[in-house]
């Protein structure tokens, strides 16, 4: 089979996005025999520029909405977003690709954040355009139950449609380290309480909530928060609170260093639709909290502490994890089992090709 896999993802979206999850599924395609390409706009962006701005006006001269016409921003976000699609059936064509799999159903998440502030006219049409694409599909995969449970309801779709499969991403591999050492190659003292934070600078992670949080703990608490995008809104919100000294913004390809010095691992995002950082965590055996939104429940189960992210609620919550030693131990407990019997990489490939092959039997 030749596959290509395809994603919105610019290049200082691959770090923390879908790629991270992608990847190992990819590789096991590979291993499995199979041809697998990932195509982004950051690759395109980098290796067909031309083809990418082609396409760009293309979707352009077909993008007639009078809904989307009249917001500028959301007209050139959409476009963007469906020029790597429309780029992918090209160089599919050129290359013999057998199979697309678009990691995306345009409306991506910077939309949805703001989705409920939009017009209803607009996000009526957006909603019907979002269905009719899902309604062309052979066939669509979400990361979990949850969410493939609220695409249908958003959509108005009930019963979900039948061609809907969950594929969960595969459990993470992440680089193992001893605390000390961990904690050597930051400059960690063995003394500090080190909570931290993994995801983009983005309003929706809602990481100005744990600054707070923090600010309220013990004074001998630091936050590290690992990720990438506009930092100076949460530096200035770390000089309002007074965390500014116990703050650090930095970005890092290997989280596992970070999970294998930290005390606890924390979650305040507003929305999730699986949440591999969440994963991540539960796989290093830091002992998590975690807002309880989206598809998180789902994923962390009873190995996390799912906590409303307002700073109070946080607050208390760090301080309850910090003092009960028995509490950590029964979460890396129930971390430890539910991690162990994650899908791995191979076993979520072969579920892939099972999906695949069933849509073709179907087909015939």
């Not at 928060?225 to 650090?248: M, Q, W």
């Not at 971390?335 to 892939?352: G, H, I, M, N, S």
Request: charge should be neutral.
């Amino acid at each position: 089979m030749k596959l290509m896999m395809v994603t919105r993802e610019r290049a200082c979206d691959e770090r923390f996005g879908m790629r991270t999850s992608l990847m190992p599924l990819v590789q096991a395609l590979r291993e499995l025999g199979h041809q697998v390409e990932l195509l982004s706009w950051a690759s395109l962006e980098a290796d067909a520029s031309q083809l990418l701005y082609r396409a760009r006006e293309a979707i352009g001269a077909r993008l007639n909405v009078p809904e989307i016409d009249s917001q500028p921003g959301l007209r050139a976000l959409l476009m963007d977003i469906a020029a790597v699609g429309w780029a992918a059936v090209e160089i599919a064509l050129e290359r013999g690709i057998d199979r697309l799999h678009a990691r995306d159903v345009v409306l991506c998440a910077g939309i949805d954040e703001h989705l409920m502030r939009l017009p209803s006219r607009l996000r009526a049409a957006l909603h019907d355009w979002e269905r009719a694409l899902l309604g062309k599909a052979r066939w669509v995969v979400t990361p979990t139950r949850s969410g493939r449970c609220q695409l249908a309801q958003d959509l108005a779709l009930d019963p979900v449609p039948a061609h809907w499969r969950v594929l969960s991403h595969p459990r993470p591999a992440l680089r193992a380290y001893g605390r000390a050492t961990a904690r050597a190659r930051l400059g960690w003292s063995e003394q500090s309480f080190q909570v931290i934070g993994v995801g983009m600078y983005l309003p929706v992670k809602r990481f100005d909530q744990l600054i707070d949080a923090c600010a309220a703990c013990a004074p001998d608490l630091h936050l590290t928060l690992i990720g990438d995008g506009d930092a100076r809104p949460l530096r200035e919100r770390a000089e309002r609170s007074g965390l500014r000294h116990r703050l650090t913004l930095t970005a890092s390809d290997d989280i596992g260093l970070y999970l294998s010095a930290a005390d606890l691992y924390v979650s305040t995002s507003a929305s999730e639709s699986f949440g591999m950082a969440n994963l991540e965590a539960l796989m290093a055996g830091v002992p998590c909290i975690c807002s309880p939104v989206g598809a998180v429940p789902e994923v962390v189960g009873d190995a996390a502490l799912l906590v409303e992210p307002d700073p109070a609620t946080l607050a208390r919550a760090v301080t309850r994890l910090r003092t009960d030693g028995a509490l950590r131990e029964r979460l890396r407990r129930n971390a430890a089992a539910r991690t162990a019997a994650w899908p791995d990489a191979v076993q979520t490939a072969e579920l892939f090709l099972r999906i695949i092959d069933a849509v073709g039997a179907d087909a015939r």
